[in-house]
DNA sequence: TATTACTGACTGACCGGAAAGTCAATATAA
DNA sequence: TTATATTGACTTTCCGGTCAGTCAGTAATA
């Protein structure tokens, strides 16, 4: 038998994402042991008591804020990068924009990275969970990219292992960078994404005969 | 007229780096907001009073405790790299090995950067003194070597601006992931530094004419 | 050398405020 | 009137910071 729906029912249905956001914006700020509740609460327009009516502790609010926050990031990247045409070199420039822009100009993906760097230890879980569910596959797919590149000889084929790696760091770099100086970072955005294509390809690319 | 040397004096003068190295520790484990004082004391063989003979506040403890173990890096680094010979190619090596020994592989460069990302926002000055002491120089100091390259026709002339921060963007990555992972990271680090040089030398290097 | 007086590094009990978590009371839609 | 989403005062625990007291180690005296 379904209830009617109403303003209450439609409240108690819509708070626990309210919660959630207004958990991230708290948590990403300060931190998770220096975040108060009442905090939270504040920024999700309720009081304390209604967080305990749908997060049982302050430790399981944080594991769902950061798995409600990461989640979908994976599903867009496959999407972003099954529309991309042409060589492989311009299928690794649209890779690194989708990081650029979704993993690193998105405040969310950036601060993902920081509650791993900062709170990892304390929910050791949540970080497993995050690189089995986002960065191996991840890293799968740009390995992907690679192989069918050398596969077609668009690419070099003695790469070392962990070349992979090598092309996307720089792009956790800037992460790391906006994360420490907020949004005025001491880098010239534009020519440091420039240099990265720049270099991965010099990397990447078969010597032309 | 000096007082006699003697063990009550000597406990003195060691104090506070013993404090400070248990600070580092404590720190290190649990973050700033979450490290009690009394956890501090104890690894230091103390009590919390004791702590507050030597530092005024738990803030300016943490302070202190970064400066000191960041002080030296840089000048670790100019001696090591003015005693590098050989081509420029041989000096990147150089500059690379020294990053991941002493920022990546040594705990305490790791974790100043894990203080700079989890509580960099709670201590604007230490992130900006941090910076100006050892981030621009040790920049400076990589761009140097590359312009010499550049000057001696072994390092291509076009390269773009900030191709200096991707050149040394892997070793940060590196550290990041070992911040989060423990010392047991799921990447194969001796290829993953192979696959850095190989790839930064490829960006880097004058093609043959 | 033996005794005594003194110093100061260190202690640990204590205070006040803050924050996690609880629950009886309230307010409001139906 | 009933059901329930929400409140906010309350309890308990914890921790940064304080300070009066302790006692090991040192110097002065006999």
Same mark, same amino acid.
């Given at each position: 038998m379904f209830k009617?729906?109403?303003?209450r029912r439609r409240r108690k249905a819509e708070r626990p994402a309210e919660i959630l956001d207004a958990a991230f914006a708290a948590f990403a700020d300060r931190g998770y042991a220096a975040t108060r509740l009442e905090?939270?609460?504040?920024?999700?327009?309720?009081?304390?008591?209604?967080?305990?009516?749908?997060?049982?502790t302050?430790?399981?609010?944080?594991?769902?804020?950061?798995?409600?926050?990461s989640a979908g990031l994976l599903s867009e990247a496959d999407a972003f990068l099954a529309g991309a045409e042409?060589?492989?070199?311009?299928?690794l420039r649209t890779l690194l924009h989708f990081?650029?822009?979704?993993c690193v100009e998105d405040r969310c993906g950036r601060e993902i990275l920081r509650f791993m760097v900062a709170e990892g230890k304390l929910f050791p879980q949540l970080v497993a969970e995050?690189?089995?569910d986002f960065v191996m596959p991840m890293? *799968?797919? /740009?390995? @992907?990219?690679?192989?069918?590149?050398v596969a077609a000889g668009q690419f070099r084929a003695d790469l070392p292992r962990e070349t992979v790696r090598i092309v996307i760091a720089p792009t956790f770099f800037l992460s790391v960078i906006r994360l420490i100086f907020g949004d005025a970072p001491p880098v010239d955005e534009? *020519?440091? /994404?420039? @240099?990265?294509?720049n270099m991965a390809l010099a990397g990447l690319l078969a010597k032309p005969a």
């Amino acid at each position: 038998m379904f209830k009617c729906e109403g303003f209450r029912r439609r409240r108690k249905a819509e708070r626990p994402a309210e919660i959630l956001d207004a958990a991230f914006a708290a948590f990403a700020d300060r931190g998770y042991a220096a975040t108060r509740l009442e905090d939270v609460a504040a920024r999700a327009g309720v009081t304390k008591g209604t967080i305990y009516l749908y997060f049982p502790t302050k430790e399981k609010l944080f594991e769902d804020m950061v798995r409600s926050h990461s989640a979908g990031l994976l599903s867009e990247a496959d999407a972003f990068l099954a529309g991309a045409e042409g060589t492989s070199a311009d299928r690794l420039r649209t890779l690194l924009h989708f990081l650029y822009t979704r993993c690193v100009e998105d405040r969310c993906g950036r601060e993902i990275l920081r509650f791993m760097v900062a709170e990892g230890k304390l929910f050791p879980q949540l970080v497993a969970e995050n690189y089995r569910d986002f960065v191996m596959p991840m890293l *799968a797919m /740009v390995n @992907a990219l690679v192989d069918q590149g050398v596969a077609a000889g668009q690419f070099r084929a003695d790469l070392p292992r962990e070349t992979v790696r090598i092309v996307i760091a720089p792009t956790f770099f800037l992460s790391v960078i906006r994360l420490i100086f907020g949004d005025a970072p001491p880098v010239d955005e534009e *020519a440091y /994404v420039e @240099a990265h294509i720049n270099m991965a390809l010099a990397g990447l690319l078969a010597k032309p005969a």
